[in-house]
Every structure is written in structure tokens, then in C-alpha cells.
């Protein structure tokens, strides 16, 4: 397999990151891309699904939704004239850790740009008419999910693989039941709690003079409350199931299984993560998804889709192998994966699967860094992770030193066959 650039590449691909630390513990970050005439602010506030209760499932997702539906400055349709008027595209993505407004504008609106930003972060109302058609639009959604085998499969897999009550267990978007039951003082409540500046961090990337932009931010950001921030939820270690376990769960109507076979894993952070990641990419993505994909797709047919996935992040996220198989292709297809799992814990990968799989690592990341968002994304990712800011000049170094050793012990540690939970979901037998 190809790298996207290899090498020659990964030499070219330099982001020079400025860093600024505001007194209300906002980390600013920016780099410059002199040929663009656009910019992007990315604000990225550590609040999401993490800090739901099991009983409050889909409040962050919900609140998150709201940001850009009604601000004490402005409403949902005088807000979405002012963008669009201004060629300024404007977007709210809600995850299980955090929630991001990112805003796109030419350079010189950037101004106003970061007005709305801070308007939209700090100053939401959450309007309960907007929350009505935002619910309606949610429990759609949920009642799909609950009919789909794939969406099903992957929820009975983590209600059993992480304990009751674990953040990692629940549905980022909550269940038609939870949702159901949240009200606007709710989301006020939860905005107040977790959004606030020292748990935010902004990324800036485009054609902007990155110290007048940056100063344009910290203008418009300087005075957001700097009240020390509440205790933030922790993310407590998950265990990995002793034996294998299965539950099958059947819908009716359906034609089609979905399979999710996994286990929790490791952080983000862990020092095994870079091993374990290029094990993962060589058994279930690289290519046509690996040589999960190679066997079980592709030589025996059995699955319309088959991938393996490592989720990272900064708590136990899981590891899993996923198909989408004929219910007659069941047991056939989770032997089949169960012995690509066997087969990398118990010899070391080919030394050209390892270089293949480094070559992509390691020519990836500048593909990354052509566009402005993923600039954002790469610098908030470095500073969540605190991986330094010369982190991109060291990554290509820290990939090519692994050895098939290094992938052989790391799989072995967190990838033992006899040690998983299967959850398939099909049609009712």
C-alpha cells in the first residue's frame, strides 16, 4: 500500500504553533497560512457527553445543539441572517468530551467572527420553542437508531462492556426516554456547570496574521467569568471482561446482523498507545480495512462491511472489531475475526505490513494539515493530549521507531481473543 507522501511529506508539513494563556485560563492557538483568504476559529470547551447522568443522557448533545439557537444578543433567525449575510458558515459538533463552535469567514470579518464566537459560547437562552423542534428532530433520530442493527449492536456492547453508570457506557446522543424529559432550565443548568473558560481552548488557522488574530480573540474572549472552574467528572478505568461473553439481541423486520466484538482499551496518553494503534491499523483499517477485511470480506465473503476500530481519547475507549454480515454468516464471521485477533497477538506482523502502516501514519498527518480545519483539530488535539508543541516534527520519529516487537507485546496486552464481549443484533429468530 501507497503512503499518502511518505517521507518528503512529512518534511514539508510544519506547523508552527503560537500559543497565548489568557487570565481566565483560556489556551489560545494559532498558526498562519498565508495563501488562504479564509479563516477558522475552532472553540473547543471540555464539556460533553462525559458529564451526562445516566438519567440525563443527551443533555450535552441537547445543549450543545442550542448554542447557536438564540443568544441573549441574538435570536435563531436574526443569528443565522447575520451569517449568512456575512458568507460565514457556522457549526456546533457535541462529542463525549467536549463540544466545538467552529465559524468559517474571509479574514476580514474575522472580527465579528469572534463576536459571535463568544456571544454563542458564553450567552446562550435556549428559547423553548427552538428546544421543541431541536427534540423533535433528536427523538426522530433515536427512534431510527433503536430500529437499526448496527446502531443497536454497538449500544448493547457498551452497556455491557463498561460498568453501570460510566460515562463510556452511554449513548453521546441519550435514549427517546432521557431526551424526552429534559427541559430548557435543564440546559441552562448544565451550560452554567461546564462551560467555562479555563476548560476551553481556541484553535485559529487560515490566512490571518496570527498576532492580529489572536489578539482579536483574546478581545473578544479576555473578559468571559474566570471563576475557578467546578470539579470535572473523572474517567474511571474499565474492566476487561475475564472470558468471553455474547448477548444477541433480535429486531424485527430485519435482514441484516451487525456484529461489535471488542473490549475496553487504553487512553489516549498511555505510552503503549502508538503500538497498539499501528497493530490495530495493520489487522482492521489499512487498505481495505486490514486483513480483517482481507479475510472476511474479501477471501470468504461473509461481510458486507469489516473493520476494526481503537477509539483513544483520554479514558478507556474501546477497542472493537465491527461486520455487517447475513444472519447465516453469523458464527462465521465472528470465528473469522477471532482468528485475525489470534493470529497478530501470536506472531509478529510482516516487516513489509509494518512499514506499509508506518509509511500511512506517517504520511497522513500531512494531509491533515492542508486544510484550516484540520489545523484546528491537529493544534486542540496537541494541546489536549499534551503532546508539545513540536509534536508534529517528532510524530514521524515516534512511528518509525516501532519494531514488530513492540506491535507483537502491545496487541498480546490488549487484544487477547478470549477476553471479549460480542453483541449481535439481527432479526428476531
Not at 169 to 187: D, F, K, M, N, Q
Not at 188 to 209: C, K, N, S
Request: hydrophobic share 40%.
Amino acid at each position: 500500500m501507497a503512503a499518502p507522501r511518505g517521507r518528503a511529506a512529512m518534511s514539508q508539513a510544519r506547523l508552527e504553533i503560537r500559543r497565548r494563556v489568557l487570565a481566565n485560563g483560556i489556551v489560545l492557538l494559532g498558526h498562519s497560512q498565508p495563501s488562504s483568504r479564509a479563516a477558522l476559529l475552532r472553540v473547543s470547551i471540555q464539556s460533553g457527553a462525559r458529564h451526562d447522568a445516566t438519567t440525563t443522557a443527551g443533555r450535552a448533545r441537547l445543549a450543545g445543539s442550542m448554542l447557536r439557537r438564540g443568544t441573549a444578543r441574538w435570536n435563531f433567525e436574526s443569528l443565522s441572517e447575520l451569517t449568512d449575510a456575512n458568507g460565514m458558515a457556522l457549526t456546533v459538533d457535541v462529542g463525549r468530551h467536549s463540544t466545538d463552535v467552529s465559524i468559517r469567514c474571509l479574514v476580514e470579518d474575522l472580527p465579528l467572527a469572534t463576536t459571535i464566537a463568544r456571544e454563542v459560547v458564553s450567552r446562550p437562552t435556549f428559547p423553548a420553542d427552538q428546544l421543541e423542534r431541536l427534540r423533535g428532530e433528536v427523538l426522530t433520530g433515536l427512534r431510527e437508531a433503536d430500529h437499526d442493527t448496527r446502531a443497536v449492536a454497538d449500544r448493547v456492547f457498551r452497556e455491557r462492556a463498561y460498568p453501570d453508570g460510566h460515562p463510556y457506557a452511554r449513548r453521546v446522543s441519550g435514549y427517546v426516554e432521557t431526551v424526552s424529559a429534559i427541559e430548557a432550565p435543564a440546559l441552562a443548568e448544565f451550560h452554567a456547570a461546564t462551560f467555562h473558560p479555563a476548560r476551553t481552548m481556541i484553535a485559529l488557522a487560515g490566512g490571518v496574521d496570527v498576532a492580529v488574530g489572536l489578539d482579536a480573540v483574546a478581545s473578544a474572549f479576555a473578559d468571559w467569568d474566570g471563576r475557578p472552574p467546578p470539579p470535572d467528572v473523572q474517567l474511571a478505568p474499565a474492566p476487561v471482561p475475564d472470558e468471553l461473553a455474547r448477548i444477541d439481541r433480535g429486531l424485527p423486520g430485519k435482514s441484516q446482523s451487525d456484529i461489535v466484538l471488542g473490549r475496553p482499551s487504553i487512553p489516549r496518553t498511555h505510552p503503549d498507545y502508538y503500538a497498539l494503534d499501528l497493530g490495530n491499523l495493520i489487522l482492521g483499517r489499512m487498505g481495505l480495512n486490514g486483513r480483517i477485511g482481507a479475510n472476511v470480506r474479501e477471501r470468504l465473503g461473509l461481510a458486507y462491511y469489516s473493520y476494526s476500530d481503537l477509539e483513544g481519547g483520554p479514558g478507556p475507549g474501546a477497542w472493537t472489531a465491527r461486520a455487517g454480515v447475513n444472519p447465516a454468516n453469523v458464527e462465521r464471521a465472528i470465528e473469522a475475526i477471532a482468528d485475525e485477533i489470534g493470529r497478530i497477538v501470536s506472531q509478529p506482523v510482516e516487516p513489509e505490513e509494518i512499514a506499509d502502516a508506518s509509511s500511512y501514519l506517517t504520511g497522513i498527518l500531512p494531509l491533515a494539515l492542508e486544510s484550516s480545519d484540520g489545523i484546528a483539530r491537529t493544534m486542540l488535539s496537541i494541546e489536549t493530549y499534551d503532546l508539545g508543541i513540536d509534536y508534529v516534527d517528532r510524530y514521524p520519529d515516534i512511528i518509525r521507531a516501532l519494531t514488530r516487537d513492540d506491535v507483537l507485546r502491545a496487541t498480546r496486552a490488549y487484544l487477547d481473543p478470549a477476553r471479549n464481549i460480542v453483541a449481535v443484533t439481527g432479526p428476531e429468530s
